[in-house]
């Protein structure tokens, strides 16, 4: 087992995808942060607060996960000043594996002793995007494809504000 990792992304919402990236991650590290990244300037479909409660409750199983907000600050500067040497990426296709081939060569500029570790998640997995989710929500019958998509925590706040259009706070 090696070092601490940190696992980013805006988890916008997190998908089953993210949870394999997690629970992957917990075995292959020591310590595993998983980093919401929130940017001022991008619009999310869920509110911080939110991702990073649906984040708790996932990684709560986990005794070596600690799930925290990046804001404003670049990944591998973060890595830094946590001492995470490592920072694990998925990649599901040719696309992901185009940007975040570009990404490690970005962070190893920024940080030359971070280390980028890419996995691809299985098959199942691959195609599901936090974009594709919000995509399937709405028509009639979209409950029983979420999901089998998003994590239980997430789907039944995702049902929640389909029902009531509103949120629940995390």
């Not at 509110?47 to 804001?71: F, G, S, Y």
């Not at 971070?114 to 995007?129: D, G, H, K, Q």
């Not at 919000?134 to 028509?139: A, D, F, T, V």
């Amino acid at each position: 087992m090696s070092e601490s990792a940190v696992y980013a992304g805006s988890f916008d919402p997190p998908t089953n995808g993210h949870v394999w990236m997690i629970e992957q991650g917990a075995l292959l590290f020591k310590k595993l942060i998983v980093a919401v990244a929130h940017n001022p300037e991008k619009a999310y479909t869920y509110p911080l607060e939110q991702r990073e409660h649906w984040l708790h409750e996932i990684c709560k199983a986990h005794d070596n996960v600690e799930v925290t907000v990046i804001e404003n600050e670049f990944l591998a500067h973060y890595a830094a000043r946590v001492n995470a040497r490592f920072v694990i990426r998925g990649i599901r296709n040719e696309v992901d594996y185009q940007y975040e081939r570009a990404m490690r060569y970005v962070n190893s500029d920024l940080n030359p002793q971070l280390t980028t570790a890419f996995m691809m998640p299985p098959r199942e997995l691959c195609e599901i995007s936090s974009s594709f989710v919000k995509g399937m929500i709405g028509p009639d019958g979209w409950e029983p494809v979420v999901e089998n998509y998003v994590p239980k925590c997430v789907f039944k706040d995702l049902r929640h504000e389909a029902e009531t259009g509103e949120m629940l706070d995390g």
